[in-house]
C-alpha cells in the first residue's frame, strides 16, 4: 500500500511509514474524513441539469376547491340584494310619482306599476341565484372554428361599428356552444383550433387542457385575466386551474 501522507510505498502491515514517519492508521482516518466533503459538491452541480420546468397540461383538480363554492353562494347572495335593492327603489320611485302626479300618472295606478316592475327585478334576481343548478353537467370538447365578423349597432346616436370575435366549441357529444366578445380578441387568440377544453358548468366557464406556452390564464370563477404564473386570481381569489 501507499503513505496516504507522502506517498511513498510501505508494507501492507506497516503501522507506520518508513519514509515519513507518520502513522498509518491516522492518515487512512484523514483520508475518509476528506472523501465525503466532496459528495456535496458533485450533489450540487448535479442539481440544475434535473430541475424541470412546471408541465401545464392536463384538466386541474382545483376545480374541487371549496374556494369555488363559496365564490358561486356569495354571487347568489350579492344577486339576490341587488334585485331585491332594485325592486325597492322601483315601488318607491313610481308611488312618488305617483303623488306628485308626474307625467300624468296617479296613485294607486303608479303603485301597481311601481309593483309590477319590482317583481320582475326580484325574479331576475331568482334566476340569477338558484338558475346555476339547472346548467346542465361538465363536459369536454374541442374548438373547432375561429371567426371575426364586422357588425353594426343601431342606437339613438346612430350607427356604430363593432368586430365580435367568435370562438366555436364542439362537445364529445356533438354539442356546439361558443364563446363570444366585442372589440376583444384576448380569448380569441387565448383558445387556438384544435385545443381541448373542459367546460364547467357550475362556473359557466372553460378549461384548456393544454396550458404550456401561455403567458395568461382567466379565472374560471370570475374571469379574471391573470398571469400564467400566478396560483391564485388576484380578485376574487380562488385559484386558477392549471
Given at each position: 500500500?501507499?503513505?496516504?501522507?507522502?506517498?511513498?510505498?510501505?508494507?501492507?502491515?506497516?503501522?507506520?511509514?518508513?519514509?515519513?514517519?507518520?502513522?498509518?492508521?491516522?492518515?487512512?482516518?484523514?483520508?475518509?474524513?476528506?472523501?465525503?466533503?466532496?459528495?456535496?459538491?458533485?450533489?450540487?452541480?448535479?442539481?440544475?441539469?434535473?430541475?424541470?420546468?412546471?408541465?401545464?397540461?392536463?384538466?386541474?383538480?382545483?376545480?374541487?376547491?371549496?374556494?369555488?363554492?363559496?365564490?358561486?353562494?356569495?354571487?347568489?347572495?350579492?344577486?339576490?340584494?341587488?334585485?331585491?335593492?332594485l325592486?325597492?327603489?322601483?315601488?318607491?320611485?313610481?308611488?312618488?310619482?305617483?303623488?306628485?302626479?308626474a307625467?300624468?300618472?296617479?296613485?294607486?295606478?303608479?303603485?301597481y306599476?311601481?309593483?309590477?316592475?319590482?317583481?320582475?327585478?326580484?325574479?331576475?334576481?331568482?334566476?340569477?341565484?338558484?338558475?346555476?343548478?339547472?346548467?346542465?353537467?361538465?363536459?369536454?370538447g374541442?374548438?373547432?372554428?375561429?371567426?371575426?365578423?364586422?357588425?353594426?349597432?343601431?342606437?339613438?346616436?346612430?350607427?356604430?361599428?363593432?368586430?365580435?370575435?367568435?370562438?366555436?366549441?364542439?362537445?364529445?357529444?356533438?354539442?356546439?356552444?361558443?364563446?363570444?366578445?366585442?372589440?376583444?380578441?384576448?380569448?380569441?387568440?387565448?383558445?387556438?383550433?384544435?385545443?381541448?377544453?373542459?367546460?364547467?358548468?357550475g362556473?359557466?366557464s372553460?378549461?384548456?387542457y393544454?396550458?404550456?406556452?401561455?403567458?395568461?390564464?382567466?379565472?374560471?370563477?370570475?374571469?379574471?385575466?391573470?398571469?400564467?404564473?400566478?396560483?391564485?386570481?388576484?380578485?376574487?381569489?380562488?385559484?386558477?386551474?392549471?
Amino acid at each position: 500500500m501507499y503513505c496516504a501522507s507522502c506517498g511513498a510505498q510501505i508494507p501492507d502491515n506497516a503501522k507506520f511509514c518508513t519514509a515519513c514517519g507518520t502513522q498509518v492508521v491516522q492518515a487512512a482516518a484523514q483520508a475518509a474524513q476528506t472523501a465525503p466533503q466532496q459528495a456535496p459538491a458533485a450533489a450540487d452541480t448535479a442539481a440544475p441539469a434535473t430541475a424541470r420546468p412546471k408541465v401545464l397540461r392536463g384538466y386541474s383538480d382545483r376545480i374541487n376547491d371549496p374556494a369555488f363554492a363559496r365564490y358561486v353562494k356569495h354571487t347568489k347572495q350579492w344577486s339576490m340584494i341587488f334585485s331585491i335593492i332594485l325592486a325597492v327603489v322601483a315601488i318607491v320611485g313610481f308611488y312618488i310619482a305617483g303623488e306628485k302626479g308626474a307625467d300624468g300618472m296617479s296613485n294607486p295606478e303608479s303603485l301597481y306599476i311601481g309593483f309590477g316592475i319590482g317583481g320582475m327585478f326580484l325574479v331576475i334576481g331568482l334566476f340569477a341565484s338558484f338558475g346555476r343548478k339547472k346548467l346542465g353537467v361538465t363536459w369536454d370538447g374541442t374548438v373547432v372554428d375561429k371567426k371575426v365578423k364586422k357588425k353594426t349597432r343601431r342606437d339613438d346616436d346612430g350607427d356604430e361599428d363593432y368586430l365580435e370575435y367568435t370562438v366555436y366549441i364542439r362537445s364529445d357529444q356533438g354539442k356546439r356552444d361558443t364563446i363570444k366578445a366585442e372589440d376583444d380578441d384576448t380569448r380569441y387568440n387565448y383558445f387556438k383550433i384544435g385545443d381541448r377544453v373542459r367546460y364547467h358548468a357550475g362556473l359557466k366557464s372553460y378549461e384548456k387542457y393544454d396550458k404550456t406556452g401561455d403567458s395568461i390564464i382567466f379565472c374560471n370563477a370570475c374571469a379574471t385575466l391573470c398571469d400564467i404564473e400566478d396560483d391564485y386570481c388576484f380578485r376574487c381569489k380562488c385559484p386558477l386551474l392549471k
